[in-house]
């Protein structure tokens, strides 16, 4: 029985495991971004349905890299079809469909792996970082690592002095920032901070959960 028979005898069963894959795949760049500056995915909102949200992404810059992949390809065997004096059948071209998506899906993954270190050199040396969809100079590569760090100025209090930190995210009534300076996570309770950015008046840290753009 093959995997394919699976699916169909134990559509619930492949339907979890599917998500929980899509759900590793899509996390692993997340964690290594929160990781290296000393917090997680979950302490500053992005939990298991954000992560899961933004891996819909996946459904557009896949079919992306199998198709670049496949013109690729293409331009490599017309020598060899020419000199033969043939063209490789569609049915030939169609058994290379899963190695190409496996290739589109090991390279989206390591892209990503790449963006995340650069976002993580950026916060410790003090810069404000927005990655959405279609940002970049490579959409395929972000299209759902979505992160925002945004460099902000803190208080506590009318009599407590502000400090420029990096906004991370909040969660579980605590916000979560990084200080480049120090080097170190700083933790705050969200519902007694006011935060500012440099570009929008005051920053909204709810008690609750505050996912990044």
Not at 62 to 72: E, G, K, N
Not at 168 to 176: E, F, I, Q, R
């Amino acid at each position: 029985m093959n995997l394919s028979d699976l699916a169909k005898a134990h559509p619930g069963a492949a339907l979890s495991a599917s998500a929980a894959l899509l759900y590793t795949y899509t996390w692993i760049p997340y964690n290594s971004f929160y990781w290296q500056l000393g917090t997680t995915p979950a302490e500053v909102g992005v939990d298991y349905i954000a992560v899961l949200e933004r891996a819909i992404g996946l459904l557009f810059t896949v079919p992306i890299v199998v198709f670049l992949v496949a013109w690729l390809i293409s331009i490599i065997l017309k020598p060899i079809a020419e000199i033969k004096g043939h063209y490789p059948s569609w049915a030939s071209l169609g058994n290379l469909a899963p190695w190409m998506i496996g290739a589109a899906l090991v390279a989206i993954f390591c892209m990503n792996l790449w963006k995340a270190n650069q976002l993580v050199d950026a916060v410790k040396s003090g810069e404000s970082v927005n990655v959405g969809p279609y940002a970049g100079w490579l959409p395929t590569t972000v299209s759902h690592l979505w992160i925002k760090a945004t460099r902000s100025t803190v208080s506590q209090g009318a009599h407590t002095p502000s400090q420029t930190l990096t906004y991370l995210g909040a969660s579980s009534g605590t916000a979560v920032f990084y200080d480049h300076m120090a080097k170190a996570i700083v933790r705050m309770p969200s519902n007694s901070v006011v935060i500012k950015s440099a570009v929008d008046a005051e920053i909204s840290a709810p008690a609750d959960v505050a996912r990044p753009e």
